[in-house]
């Protein structure tokens, strides 16, 4: 397609009425004077204009002072094209650079039931060993870190379903295996933000993780940061949790 043709909109209207939807989105709230002179139309087109654009649901207007603004439907319609973008491709480049700013691996999970499965991974340039996750494994929600935030953005009636449907077990020394003290584990990453994995999964491994949920969706994606225990003492821990928690709110702004 040439660039001559590409120059000028081919179908008029279009190009009209698109124009005053980045208007309205611009400007907000505006009468149908002001419209009309901003896009340098005759009081009669920009009438017809904006009518065409009620009578679609894309613009409403104001019964008190007349003046007109955009109704939901294109934010609906936003909504929509990012549900069906690839979260992987949104989301790898935030899970890259926490990598590379900490050194350490980087694990992203979606949810299956009471299973997270590992759907990205970037090793870190520290680790010593290769971790035992690999994309398309599973991991369990009730013993892991990532599993522990997810449930922690459930609610109680979801939270029992995956307990009930957890094969329960001591996978390590530090594996919670009693209901009272899961759901308390959770309540700290309500108020922390993030949750942790105190080799409760793999012996010799921990791992601070936090959930993020895309717009009008529900918690069914998480990512963490795992190290061996020797990398991942207390003090590390609140220094990788304030990464983590940016980089949690970089994701959550991405995805809406």
Known sequence: MSEEYMEKNPIQVADRLFGAVE??????????????????????????????LIYMGYVTQNEENGKY????????????????????????????????????????VKRDGADAVYIDKVMGKAHSAEMGSRIGGRIPLYCSGVGKAICAALSLDETAVV??????????????????DFMFSLEDVRKRGYALDNEENESGVRCIAATVIPAGGSAQYAFSISAPVERMDNDRIHTLAEFVLRTKGEIQRAIG
């Open 23 to 52: 208007l309205l989105a611009d400007k907000g709230e505006l009468g149908l004077m002001e419209i009309a002179q901003a896009l340098g139309l005759n009081k009669t087109t920009a009438f017809r204009i904006l009518r065409s």
């Open 69 to 108: 603004s955009l109704t939901l439907k294109l934010a609906s319609l936003g909504h929509k094209v990012v549900l069906r973008t690839d979260i992987i491709v949104v989301v790898h480049p935030f899970l890259a650079r926490l990598s590379e700013e900490t050194g350490e691996t980087v694990h992203f």
């Open 163 to 180: 307990w009930q449907e957890s094969d329960v077990r001591r996978i390590t020394p530090y594996t919670i295996t009693n209901y009272e």
